[in-house]
């Protein structure tokens, strides 16, 4: 955890502050299907990467404010987020259907949180919870993950709460656990109870600084419907989601623990693309069957298959170069590490973006765009012949490149100055 920007909890005017900045993470051997929906402890474990919050973020403030008079309704809760607000008390139960956040799971995670608390008189607060992401909502960009690690964090630090922050996280949402950790990080399924099912940093950020995420936007509409509904008709209908768990837990996440421990590229992409595709053919398997990818996503699937078959024709490897993955929805997360990174964007430019990849690509990397302007493909005929053959010609396919690393611990600010 960074702690260095961070000073427990100002009080000034009876109210106390505190902000993060929580960023998204993407699984590589992913969770789908819970055994206790309530307490959201998922059949398998999953291992994700957490992405660099300088360029994809959630920020959360949660504000304490002292309460003039305690009425016997709790807690007032604002929620400010993205855009939209709305305010209720925790115990009253007539309020409208429409919630910003999960209501039940926020009033869960408050619960939890002030009953082992540090902080004296934590019933005699209202809460203030003001969030924003800086990336598109609920597309597949796993912005429940970063938002509810964020929120999970701030109530832990301003409570001064004595349990696990990640158990909290995941209270609110599944694989939020997972953003709570910068690095590799294992959500681990445990023995089916809460204090057991948490999540661990398996490796740093620093341990693998060439590794690179690359998320092709391709569609930045809500996703019809959400992992929380799909995963619950998966378990219900799939036989394929037992076989898969079973696949998960005996073979693939030690598999993929050693090929990170190894940074074995080939190994990881090996496993990542068979993940992901093993994920699909369980939403396909659940009836009403689930469509997550769309004709763009499997485009960008072929595209990454004859990326990999050129680089092998090219080079004496016999192991992948360029991996991907897909969440619950249809946008495409690429790996690929330094040695391929610029050859890959710039093909993506050439082939699937309509314009100047250079002037929209966002990255961490501030000298990415100079090299990507500059980058003279060798055979690059050769590439053409192969965009022909497979009928790649669609300059629509990708609307935005966002770039990562593997990102650090959350940090977190004294937000008065904000
Ligand atoms: O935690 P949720 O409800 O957002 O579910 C996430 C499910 C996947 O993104 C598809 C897989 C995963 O492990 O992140």
Same mark, same amino acid.
């Given at each position: 955890?960074?702690?260095?920007?961070?000073?427990?909890?100002?009080?000034?005017?009876?109210?106390?502050?505190?902000?993060?900045?929580?960023?998204?993470? &993407?699984?590589?051997? +992913?969770?789908?299907?819970?055994?206790?929906d309530d307490l959201i402890i998922p059949l398998n474990s999953s291992?994700?990467?957490?992405?660099?919050?300088?360029?994809?973020?959630?920020?959360?403030?949660?504000?304490?404010?002292?309460?003039?008079?305690?009425?016997?309704?709790?807690? +007032? &809760?604002?929620?400010?987020?993205?855009?939209?607000?709305?305010?209720?008390?925790?115990?009253?139960?007539?309020?409208?259907?429409?919630?910003?956040?999960?209501?039940?799971?926020?009033?869960?995670?408050?619960?939890? =949180?002030?009953?082992?608390?540090?902080?004296?008189?934590?019933?005699?607060?209202?809460?203030?919870?003001?969030?924003?992401?800086?990336?598109?909502?609920?597309?597949?960009?796993? /912005?429940?993950?970063?938002?509810?690690?964020?929120?999970?964090?701030?109530?832990? +630090?301003?409570?001064?709460?004595?349990?696990?922050?990640?158990?909290?996280?995941?209270?609110?949402?599944?694989?939020?656990?997972?953003?709570?950790?910068?690095?590799?990080?294992?959500?681990?399924?445990?023995?089916?109870?809460?204090?057991?099912?948490?999540?661990?940093?398996?490796?740093?950020?620093?341990?693998?600084?060439?590794?690179? =995420?690359?998320?092709? =936007?391709?569609?930045?509409?809500?996703?019809?419907?959400?992992?929380?509904?799909?995963?619950?008709?998966?378990?219900?209908?799939?036989?394929?989601?037992?076989?898969?768990?079973?696949?998960?837990?005996?073979?693939?996440?030690?598999?993929?623990?050693?090929? &990170? +421990?190894?940074?074995?590229?080939?190994?990881?992409?090996?496993?990542?693309?068979?993940? /992901?595709?093993?994920?699909?053919?369980?939403?396909?398997?659940?009836?009403?069957?689930?469509?997550?990818?769309?004709?763009?996503?499997?485009?960008? &699937?072929?595209?990454?298959?004859?990326?990999?078959?050129?680089?092998?024709?090219?080079?004496?490897?016999?192991?992948?170069?360029?991996?991907?993955?897909?969440?619950?929805?249809?946008?495409?997360?690429?790996?690929?590490?330094?040695?391929?990174?610029?050859?890959?964007?710039?093909?993506?430019?050439?082939?699937?973006?309509?314009?100047?990849?250079?002037?929209?690509?966002?990255?961490?990397?501030?000298?990415?765009?100079?090299?990507?302007?500059?980058?003279?493909?060798?055979?690059?005929?050769?590439?053409?012949?192969?965009?022909?053959?497979?009928?790649?010609?669609?300059?629509?396919?990708?609307?935005?490149?966002?770039?990562?690393? =593997?990102?650090?611990?959350?940090?977190?600010?004294?937000?008065?100055?904000?």
């Amino acid at each position: 955890m960074c702690y260095e920007l961070y000073k427990l909890g100002i009080e000034m005017d009876e109210k106390l502050v505190i902000t993060c900045e929580c960023a998204p993470n &993407i699984a590589l051997i +992913k969770y789908w299907g819970k055994s206790d929906d309530d307490l959201i402890i998922p059949l398998n474990s999953s291992i994700s990467i957490t992405l660099d919050y300088r360029v994809l973020n959630s920020r959360t403030t949660v504000e304490l404010i002292k309460k003039n008079d305690l009425s016997n309704l709790g807690a +007032k &809760i604002y929620i400010d987020l993205n855009e939209a607000s709305e305010e209720f008390f925790e115990n009253d139960s007539n309020v409208p259907v429409k919630e910003l956040i999960n209501r039940k799971r926020l009033l869960k995670m408050l619960h939890k =949180v002030r009953s082992n608390c540090g902080l004296d008189d934590a019933l005699s607060y209202d809460i203030r919870i003001s969030s924003r992401n800086n990336f598109p909502t609920a597309c597949g960009l796993a /912005s429940s993950a970063s938002g509810l690690a964020c929120l999970a964090y701030c109530l832990s +630090k301003i409570f001064k709460y004595q349990g696990n922050t990640a158990e909290l996280a995941r209270i609110g949402s599944g694989s939020a656990c997972r953003s709570i950790f910068g690095g590799f990080v294992c959500w681990h399924a445990g023995d089916g109870t809460s204090s057991t099912s948490i999540s661990t940093q398996l490796f740093p950020s620093s341990h693998w600084p060439e590794l690179n =995420v690359l998320i092709l =936007v391709l569609e930045d509409q809500k996703k019809s419907i959400s992992s929380t509904d799909g995963m619950k008709d998966s378990v219900r209908t799939s036989d394929l989601l037992k076989d898969r768990v079973r696949l998960v837990e005996e073979k693939r996440l030690s598999e993929m623990q050693e090929a &990170i +421990k190894k940074k074995d590229f080939g190994a990881l992409a090996c496993l990542t693309m068979r993940d /992901s595709n093993t994920f699909h053919a369980v939403c396909l398997d659940t009836y009403p069957p689930l469509f997550y990818l769309n004709d763009k996503s499997k485009t960008i &699937i072929r595209f990454v298959d004859e990326f990999n078959k050129m680089n092998k024709e090219n080079s004496s490897s016999t192991t992948p170069t360029l991996a991907y993955t897909f969440d619950a929805g249809p946008n495409a997360f690429l790996l690929v590490e330094d040695t391929h990174l610029v050859q890959c964007l710039y093909l993506i430019g050439q082939v699937f973006y309509n314009g100047e990849l250079t002037d929209s690509l966002i990255s961490v990397d501030s000298d990415l765009r100079e090299k990507l302007k500059s980058y003279q493909c060798p055979d690059m005929s050769k590439w053409r012949e192969m965009f022909k053959r497979a009928n790649f010609i669609s300059k629509q396919v990708v609307k935005t490149v966002i770039h990562s690393k =593997v990102g650090d611990d959350i940090p977190c600010t004294n937000s008065l100055s904000d």
